[in-house]
């Protein structure tokens, strides 16, 4: 610690020479500095250590290669895009109705017998049986849908990233999906006489020729961070058309297959019987939220490393002068308590904002250029998003340093300090990163993780609770203020506190 004592005037000095003579400090306290400098070293390497060892590959009718770029829907998000399809095409306006009389399926369990499949009869949360108009049947391209789902009733999902509910039913719903021109709307009821509109939505650039017709969709079960297989089964009966009468087509859209190149790897299927039509499908459409590539919030995940360092150096620029006495206890020509504080705080959130930006703008686009040199598929991230990865980084390690300076000014222990701002900061992303208690992030200060996550938390996609699994329970800004406020009570908190002392106390002469 540097023992440069700035203030000489016999006059009460105003903030700005405080603020200097902060920052001459900080800036001559070698040890401070070179530990913010760890701070960005730990977090960068980490990162780039992770970036450097991805090696993803997949299996293909070719044999094990690398893995083929992440699939965009219309917006540019990665997405899901496999179903079974009975269509024909639809020329003009036009509507589909139909009823889904029952929806089964089958969903993989973890073993109980090692090495024994544990295939049980039920459906995901997610499984989504119902119609759909699409532009064609390329991956990726637009539709909208609306759908009897395993447990979330009926939806109408357009675009891979929208979703609109409709009502909670979860037996036998008749639906209906009508075009005019770009304008879908998707209808549901109860007995296929009063009809009840879900949502209206509007797919520019339509053709003039589209598919219409029924799917069968089912996402993996989830379980150990990962989807295991299943599908759902889905009964349409009372099927009627209006502009189409082709004959219907049976597409596996999107089904991947075995190493031979030429079996399908769970396949689905339809079989008439009678007036009904049962389809098959497993897959999903929707965003892929961990299937489409390695994420730019992941160069990041030696941030709570990193700020360890960041809250200490945060506590010792407060404790190092209150060990001395040298707060709130000089002569006229030291600064107000209040004032002071402040200016400590205006310091290192500074330091740390610098610390953070050169943190994150280093180990995020260089990260993902080694990803991407690896030939590992990447989440596709605009320039906007990459940004507010980067600056948002930088803004939650500034409100963390003056989160635990605010600390460090009430409780006036260092360890003390220190171990309430980890605690508050770092342990929480800790156990959210292994999916314990992720509620953690929506209440303490924590939460402002949320702003670097770099793909959005979709409600209508179950992923696992972690932030490995990219969950966020938080928006990005939304965590960072919970994170702020937090900052801003603490240290108004330590300005009050320290207030009142001065005013006790009686003017020295």
């Known amino acids: 610690m540097s023992s440069f004592t700035p203030y000489r005037s016999s006059q009460r000095v105003g903030f700005l020479q405080v603020l200097r003579a902060e920052w001459t400090k900080f800036r001559s306290a070698r040890g401070w500095v070179l530990t913010m400098a760890a701070s960005v070293l730990v977090t960068v390497s980490l990162g780039l250590l992770i970036a450097g ?56 369990l973890p073993d109980v017998v090692p090495g024994l499949r544990n295939v049980k009869e039920g459906v995901v949360p997610w499984a989504k049986a119902g119609l759909l108009i699409r532009q064609s049947l390329t991956q990726g391209t637009p539709y909208a849908a609306v759908m009897l789902t395993g447990d979330h009733g009926v939806r109408m999902q357009y675009n891979f990233t929208h979703d609109v509910p409709g009502g909670p039913h979860n037996g036998p719903q008749w639906l209906r999906l009508t075009r005019s021109g770009d304008t879908i709307t998707g209808y549901e009821s109860d007995d296929g006489k009063a009809w009840t509109e879900v949502s209206t939505v509007k797919l520019t650039g339509l053709p003039e020729s589209v598919e219409i017709g029924m799917f069968a969709a089912s996402p993996g079960a989830l379980w150990e961070m990962a989807k295991a297989f299943a599908q759902a089964t889905a009964t349409f009966d009372r099927i009627t058309l209006q502009g189409a009468n082709g004959s219907w087509r049976r597409d596996d859209v999107g089904v991947s297959m075995e190493s031979d190149g030429k079996t399908p790897h769970h396949p689905g299927g339809a079989v008439k019987s009678g007036d009904k039509l049962i389809v098959t499908g497993g897959g999903d459409i929707g965003p892929a939220t961990v299937e489409g590539g390695v994420r730019a919030d992941l ?66 686009p260089v990260g993902l250029a080694m990803l991407r ?107 960072l203020a919970v994170t702020c406020g937090y900052a801003a009570l603490a240290l108004g908190a330590a300005i009050a506190v320290h207030r009142r002392k001065t005013s006790r106390q009686a003017p020295l002469t």
């Not at 998000?77 to 029952?102: C, E, M, W």
């Not at 020509?333 to 400590?344: F, H, N, S, V």
């Open 53 to 108: 060892g991805s090696r993803t590959t997949c299996v293909t009718g070719k044999g094990e290669g690398a893995c083929p770029a992440p699939l965009v829907g219309p917006d540019g998000t990665a997405v899901s895009d496999r179903y079974y399809f009975v269509h024909q095409p639809l020329k003009g306006n036009g509507s589909i109705t139909a009823r889904v009389s029952d929806m089964t399926g089958q969903m993989r």
């Open 373 to 479: 040199a690896h030939q590992n598929p990447v989440q596709p991230i605009t320039l906007a998003t990459e940004l507010r990865v980067i600056v948002g980084y930088a803004a939650l390690t500034a409100a963390a340093a003056v989160l635990a300076l605010g600390l460090a000014a009430l409780v006036k222990r260092a360890v003390i300090a220190i171990g309430l701002a980890i605690g508050l900061v770092v342990v929480p992303y800790v156990l959210a990163t292994a999916g314990l208690v992720p509620w953690l992030l929506m209440i303490t200060p924590a939460a402002g993780f949320a702003i670097t996550q770099s793909i959005p938390t979709f409600a209508h996609v179950d992923v696992d609770q972690s932030l490995l699994g990219g969950y966020y329970p938080l928006p990005p800004w939304a965590g």
């Open 299 to 364: 160069m990041l995940i030696g941030g709570a490393l990193g700020l360890v360092l960041v809250l200490v150096v945060a506590v010792l620029f407060f404790t190092a002068e209150h060990r001395r006495g040298l707060i709130g206890t000089g002569p006229p020509a030291e600064p107000q308590p209040a004032l002071l504080l402040a200016a400590k705080a205006v310091v290192v959130g500074a330091v740390a904002f610098v610390a953070g930006l050169v943190t994150s703008g280093v180990v995020i």
